[in-house]
């Protein structure tokens, strides 16, 4: 499942431009030409409506065994294949929904009638919830009536009641009920509700945290909006007059002192359909052209608006996030839309930025922690309590091409193509995971060795190395994250002039590319040169990626708050890697010798000790292992990091520039962050 077979449609579309208008009065852009794709799922669905939401999918169709008439709530997930009759009791259910709640279970939404009796005059139904990963189902509502149209995003649930229009908000994670006031067919994303109001042809908005409704568009009484779409960002409507005349028109409200948009001219259109959609970039609608239904799509940034095939009213889906997606004989379908000629050669419906390359996801993160994702390209993940309250986070690819020539950046360096920028409303109280998704696996495991993410600082006009572990497949790249800002992948490939040619040279480079060792200002490396305790440490808290920032220095007496390797020391003693002498010491100048550099690096590797051990017996020095140090030497030789030489283990010898990244080397490759071949 979930293996889509692409087929190129050969197909040109010229935009038709007229009676295009902006909200600056300005028109439509040049002639373009626009191409689609189609990419066609093995996965198939029998039955409508269909939602969606990255792979979760359901639809309302008939019984688990596909007998009886329909009615029943079907779940699928196209990457698994896992498929979920949700529901089985022959009673009417409908209107299913998809959303995904902070912990990132996939949870259902339908309205539901298995608690009226069949024939019954009353047109009563509740509201239901299924979570498919815990696989329980709740009945929302608490009060009987003609509960309708559920909505959800995150934890919460919104529905109305008819006839008389009282909306309801649900809490999942509390359990909270609250009554909104009047409105109709309410739409949830981002914290916000948009909902028509129940006695006018107007649109409000109502703000989940801060617990206030806002008229956000207001229409002549001659005219109304009919019915719109949603999506936490934009939103499309249609716009009817009494004398029958309509046009599409949509708002964002991401922007600042939003103001509507007109797509199209008013017209009385030859048949009503009540299907439309809305991406960052795009808006999709159908409209009835001769004998067939034709999918009409606008370009939200330049106001084109043009044809995107035929399809039957019961097969369109909308947009998935930014993919358009429909049911073509029974399977899923993505068409991509393709800008040409007079546009940027690429797909549209990816941005409501001038750029038309940029992706971009917008999310409100609570307490609870969640993930902000732009498809499969990349995401941020919080842990709970990143967050003291609910923050606005926002994800956007740039692809830039001066980007690889912004800010200052050392010999060796070169821009992937890739890069991210990341905002949030408030501060964050632990990192955030950034996971970039490649297009394609990196080449070589020297390649993966190399390949970091960096982060643009402003003020320093220049890129800083933040971290990077590509995955086994070489394929994604994750980094712990704290600052919001511009993140880049670059390869670098650093070089040294006294290193060619040296056994160590392999080992050096890798962890100078990962900012762990660093050359001299003449280019060389001096691999014979001796390590330092502070130097060790340092190295050891860069490899492990220890971003914790350590606000009561002093652990030692002889490495105060200004001393150059404080952060360090500090960093690896609140992890218990390291310990001082007596009297509070720490001795960060004199060389570490090669038993202190393994307890070190026993401890930062977690490495199990035995102390009934004997692996270092056959050394011929093993007599000089201090005891103190023995139960640590035994772990680390038993794990291969460390190697003795000519049969011994040379304890009380300092360590060298190259022997110590070396060590570090094979400390990461045994993590899985290094690789080898």
């Known amino acids: 499942m979930g293996v889509w077979n692409k087929a190129l449609k050969g197909i040109v579309i010229t935009s038709m431009l007229g009676g295009l208008m902006f909200s600056n009065g300005q028109g439509a852009s040049a002639e373009n030409a626009y191409t689609y794709k189609d990419e066609v799922s093995s996965f198939s669905i029998n039955g409508s409506p269909v939602r969606m939401s990255g792979e979760h999918v359901v639809w309302r169709g008939k019984g688990a065994d596909g007998s009886g008439p329909g009615g029943q709530i079907h779940y699928g997930n196209v990457k698994s294949g896992l498929m979920v009759a949700v529901t089985d009791h022959g009673r009417p259910a409908d209107t299913p929904a998809i959303g995904m709640n902070a912990q990132g279970e996939a949870i259902v939404v339908w309205v539901d009638r298995r608690n009226y009796q069949e024939g019954a005059t009353d047109m009563n139904w509740d509201i239901y919830s299924y979570n498919v990963t815990t696989n329980t189902e709740s009945k929302i509502n608490d009060t009987v009536g003609q509960h309708k149209a559920p909505s959800i995003d995150g934890n919460y649930i919104v529905w109305q009641t008819n006839p008389s229009y009282e909306m309801h908000l649900y809490d999942m994670e509390s359990g909270a009920l609250t009554e909104l006031g009047n409105g109709r067919n309410p739409v949830i994303g981002n914290g916000r509700i948009v909902y028509k109001g129940a006695e006018d042809g107007d649109l409000y908005a109502y703000e989940i945290a801060g617990g206030s409704h806002q008229k956000i568009l207001e229409l002549p009484f001659s005219q109304y909006v009919e019915r719109f779409v949603f999506n936490g960002e934009q939103i499309l409507w249609k716009q009817k007059d009494l004398d029958g005349n309509s046009k599409y028109t949509f708002m964002d409200l991401g922007e600042s002192n939003s103001q509507p948009v007109d797509l199209t001219e008013p017209a009385k259109p030859e048949a009503e359909y009540k299907h439309m959609s809305i991406s960052n970039g795009t808006a999709v609608w159908l409209e009835k052209s001769g ?122 360096m070169t821009w992937t193509g890739i890069a991210w920028k990341w905002t949030a409303e408030t501060e964050l109280m632990k990192p955030a995971m950034l996971t970039i998704a490649l297009a394609s696996p990196l080449e070589t495991a020297d390649l993966a060795n190399r390949t970091g993410v960096y982060r643009y600082d402003e003020a320093e006009d220049r890129w800083v190395y933040a971290g990077g572990t590509v995955d086994a497949a070489w394929q994604t790249v994750d980094v712990p994250v704290k600052h919001p800002g511009m993140y880049a992948l670059f390869t670098y490939e650093p070089s040294f002039t006294d290193m060619n040619g040296h056994w160590a040279r392999q080992e050096v480079e890798v962890l100078a590319a990962r900012w762990i060792v660093n050359g001299m200002a003449t280019g060389n490396f001096k691999p014979k040169q001796s390590v330092t305790r502070a130097q060790f440490a340092k190295m050891l808290v860069e490899a492990a990626g220890l971003t914790e920032e350590i606000r009561d220095a002093g652990t030692f007496k002889d490495v105060p708050a200004g001393h150059w390797a404080a952060p360090w020391v500090e960093q690896a003693a609140a992890a218990g890697w390291i310990k001082g002498y007596e009297g509070g010491m720490f001795k960060p100048n004199a060389e570490v010798t090669r038993e202190e550099m393994m307890v070190m690096l026993a401890n930062a590797a977690g490495l199990k000790r035995d102390e009934s051990g004997n692996v270092i017996a056959d050394y011929a020095d093993s007599g000089q292992v201090s005891s103190w140090a023995r139960p640590s030497v035994e772990a680390v030789i038993r794990s291969g990091i460390v190697q003795g030489g000519g049969g011994r283990i040379h304890p009380g010898d300092t360590s060298t520039r190259a022997e110590a990244a070396a060590v570090i080397y094979r400390w990461l490759t045994m993590k899985g962050e290094v690789f080898n071949g």
Do not use: C, Y
């Open 291 to 412: 004998d067939e239904v034709i999918m009409k799509g606008a370009d939200l940034n330049s106001g084109d608006v043009f044809s995107l095939g035929a399809t039957r009213p019961r097969d369109f889906v909308g947009f998935n996030g930014n993919e358009l997606t429909l049911v073509q004989d029974g399977n899923l379908n993505i068409r991509t839309i393709i800008q040409t000629e007079g546009g940027s050669s690429q797909p549209a419906g990816n941005s409501s930025n001038a750029d038309s390359d940029r992706q971009s996801e917008s999310v409100v993160i609570g307490p609870d922690g969640g993930k902000v994702a732009v498809g499969e390209s990349a995401w941020l993940s919080f842990e709970q309590g990143t967050f003291e309250a609910k923050t606005r986070v926002v994800l956007e690819s740039h692809s830039d091409s001066d980007l690889g020539t912004k800010g200052k950046q050392v010999k060796g």
